[in-house]
Antibody, heavy 122, light 113 residues
C-alpha cells in the first residue's frame, strides 16, 4: 500500500524557516517524481514544487521561487521542502504527492499524503 | 483567480446525477492537454478520481466519469451518495504558468441535499 506521511509543520514567525519532510513507503521511491501541493485556508489547491526521480530536475511556483527548495533522499525514501523567508500567505496545509504521467505526457498526482499545517504568524 | 474555472458549488439529491465543469482556454485544455480530477475533504489526503480526461484508477466507482471537449472538461457523478460530499478539483497543464505548468481549477464544493 502506497503511503505518504508528511511532518515538520508548525507555527513560525514571518521571515522564519521550516523544513517539511515526507516519508514514502509501499512503492519504489526512486521510480517516481514527487511534488508538494498546498491549500491555504479557504482556498483551492496550489502546486508549489516538484522534483524528478533522481533530484536532477526541480521546479517551483513563482510565488515560492527563491525562497523554497525541494530535495529528496532516495536512500531514505524521503522528500523534503526547505522553506525560508516565510510569509503570512504561505500559511497552508502542505501535501506531498506522487507524480504519475498520463498517456499524452502530462503530469498528475496519483497518491497524496494527509498534509501538514504550516502557520506563519507573529 | 485560476486559469481553470470551476463553479464554486453544485448540489444534488441522493441518487441524482451532477456535473462539474472545468473551463480553460486554448493555452491549456484547448491545446489538448489532459485533464485530471481530484476529490478532497479539507484536512485529508486528496484522492485521484479521473486521470487522462476519462480514465478511472482502480477502486474508483464507475459512478464517476470524465470528459473533455474543446476548451472545457466535465466530471459527472451519477447515483449521488452522501459520501460524495466533498470538494472537487480539475487539473491540467498550462505552459509558462510555473516551472512545471501544473494548474488546478479553483475547486467546486459538492453538497448532497
Amino acid at each position: 500500500e502506497v503511503q505518504l506521511v508528511e511532518s515538520g509543520g508548525g507555527v513560525v514567525r514571518p521571515g522564519g524557516s521550516l523544513r517539511l519532510s515526507c516519508a514514502a513507503s509501499g512503492f519504489t521511491f526512486d521510480d517516481y517524481g514527487m511534488s508538494w501541493v498546498r491549500q491555504a485556508p479557504g482556498k483551492g489547491l496550489e502546486w508549489v514544487s516538484g522534483i524528478n526521480w533522481n533530484g536532477g530536475s526541480t521546479g517551483y511556483a513563482d510565488s515560492v521561487k527563491g525562497r523554497f527548495t525541494i530535495s529528496r533522499d532516495n536512500a531514505k525514501n524521503s522528500l523534503y521542502l526547505q522553506m525560508n523567508s516565510l510569509r503570512a500567505e504561505d500559511t497552508a496545509f502542505y501535501y506531498c504527492a506522487r507524480v504519475a504521467i498520463a498517456p499524452t505526457g502530462t503530469d498528475y498526482f496519483d497518491y497524496w499524503g494527509q498534509g501538514t499545517l504550516v502557520t506563519v504568524s507573529s | 483567480q485560476s486559469v481553470l474555472t470551476q463553479p464554486p458549488s453544485v448540489s444534488g439529491a441522493p441518487g441524482q446525477r451532477v456535473t462539474i465543469s472545468c473551463t480553460g482556454s486554448s493555452s491549456n485544455i484547448g491545446a489538448h492537454y489532459d485533464v485530471h480530477w481530484y476529490q478532497h475533504l479539507p484536512g485529508t489526503a486528496p484522492k485521484l478520481l479521473i486521470y487522462g480526461n476519462n480514465n478511472r484508477p482502480s477502486g474508483v466507482p464507475d459512478r464517476f466519469s470524465g470528459s473533455r471537449s474543446g476548451t472545457s472538461a466535465s466530471l459527472a457523478i451519477t447515483g449521488l451518495q452522501a459520501e460524495d460530499e466533498a470538494d472537487y478539483y480539475c487539473q491540467s497543464y498550462g505552459s509558462s504558468l510555473n516551472d512545471w505548468g501544473v494548474v488546478f481549477g479553483g475547486g467546486t464544493k459538492l453538497t448532497v441535499l
